[in-house]
Structure formats: C-alpha cells, structure tokens
C-alpha cells in the first residue's frame, strides 16, 4: 500500500512569502504529526493531530506557522511571511493511533523548504 | 520529561567490520525506544523498536539492539557493515505521557562506511 507522501518535495520562496506544505497520511491512520528537520537542531516536533484536531500545538516554533486536517486525512502546514530561518526539511508522519507507545510512526520523504 | 543523547556525531567503519552506534536515554516511565535510519534525501525508516518484550531487539538488514536498563541505554550494532549501510541513524524514545506516543529524537549519528 501506499506510504505517507508529502507536497512539494522541494519549495524555494522568498522571505516575506507564505507558503503552504501537504501531506498524505497512510490510509486509516488516526494520528498524523509534523516534524523539523534542520542543520544543528535535530528533528523537532512541530503539531500533533488525533482526527481533524490538533490536542498539542506546542512546538510550533511561532505564531505564523499553523496547521489544518480535514477529513481525518490530509493536513497542510502554513507558514505565513516566511523567514530564512525557517529554511529546514519539514517532516510529516501518521500513525495507527496515538495512545500506545509501541505505535510506529510512518514518516514521508519530507519537504525541503528554502528561504531566500 | 523524556531526552536522547547519542554519543557519536559521526562514525566511521570499514566494510566488514562491526558497528556500533550509541544512545543513551532518560526517561520518567517505561520507555519504549526505537532506532531510525535515514538515508541521503530520502525519508526516516524504522530499523527496529524496542517495547518491553525481549531485551535483545533484532531489526531489518542485519542490525540489532540491546535494552540495558541499568545502564539506560539502547546501542544499535551490526556484525559486518556494508557500504549500503552508509546513512544517518536516529535514536527516538517514545512517552505516552501526554496521552499520546511523543517521539523525542537523538541528535543523529552518520555512519560512514569505507570500501
């Protein structure tokens, strides 16, 4: 079956700009986080999704990033006035459901985000 | 509060040699521990997780952990290394603390591997 996909693999965007990130989550999964992943900082958490709602919000690095799931499906991740430090590979995963530890989380290939 | 310390930023192997890749980890609650690799421009794929079975994990490809309670750690080592091993490999700890599985990552070891 298919794995967790992302869109667009690559983003390059001028400071100042918005920009918007996807991600398909395995078929079925009720969990879906968002990740970053940047030089000298590791994998950061970003959000977390149960369903179509976000229970944990609190790595979101500042108040132009937000989040959205619908459908209990896809999600997309928007950065509004972008700055260069936000230049990172931004990560997504799903998972079957969120309250078990032993859940493997299934990440996509990531986005690459540049800011110029 | 749940971190992941992995003690090598690099390390460098012959092929056919052993690896050994280190993590230590700290924990409130009964961890359960995961090794990730990633390779160049691709995405994170789970090598082995470690959930309060057997101590001695084996995962894909070779690789294998042991859970060390005493010791908090969780090294990841392989007999023999092969060049398509080369990758960065991430130590995660998972907490359901919150209500739900965090994931909090090491900083990352790259495994070089020479010919």
């Known amino acids: 079956g298919a794995g967790v996909s992302q869109s667009p693999s690559n983003k390059v965007t001028e400071k100042g700009k918005d920009v918007e990130l996807r991600c398909d989550p395995i078929?079925?999964?009720?969990?879906l986080y968002w990740y970053r992943q940047s030089l000298g900082q590791g994998l950061e958490f970003l959000i977390y999704?149960?369903?179509?709602?976000?229970?944990?919000k609190s790595g979101l690095p500042s108040d132009r990033f937000s989040a959205e799931r619908t459908g209990g499906s896809v999600s997309t991740l928007t950065i509004q006035r972008t700055q260069q430090e936000d230049s990172a590979v931004y990560l997504c995963?799903?998972?079957?459901?969120?309250?078990?530890?032993?859940?493997?989380?299934?990440f996509g290939p990531g986005t690459r985000l540049t800011v110029l | 509060a749940q971190s992941v310390t992995q003690l090598d930023s690099h390390v460098s192997v012959s092929e056919g040699t052993p690896v050994l890749l280190r993590c230590n980890y700290s924990?409130?609650?009964?961890?359960?521990l995961f090794w990730y690799v990633q390779h160049p421009n691709k995405g994170l794929q789970l090598l082995l997780k470690?959930?309060?079975?057997?101590?001695l994990v084996k995962g894909i490809n070779g690789f294998e952990a042991e859970f060390k309670k005493s010791e908090t750690s969780f090294h990841l080592t392989k007999p023999s290394a092969h060049m398509s091993d080369a990758a960065e490999y991430f130590c995660?700890?998972?907490?359901?603390?919150?209500?739900?599985?965090?994931?909090?990552f090491g900083k990352g070891t790259m495994l070089l591997v020479s010919p």
């Open positions: 995963a799903s998972s079957q459901r969120a309250g078990s530890s032993y859940n493997e989380q299934f």
């Open positions: 078929s079925g999964h009720t969990a």
């Open positions: 999704f149960q369903g179509n709602s976000a229970p944990d």
């Open positions: 924990s409130s609650y009964s961890p359960s």
């Open positions: 470690y959930t309060s079975a057997a101590t």
């Open positions: 995660v700890v998972s907490d359901i603390s919150a209500g739900y599985s965090t994931l909090t």
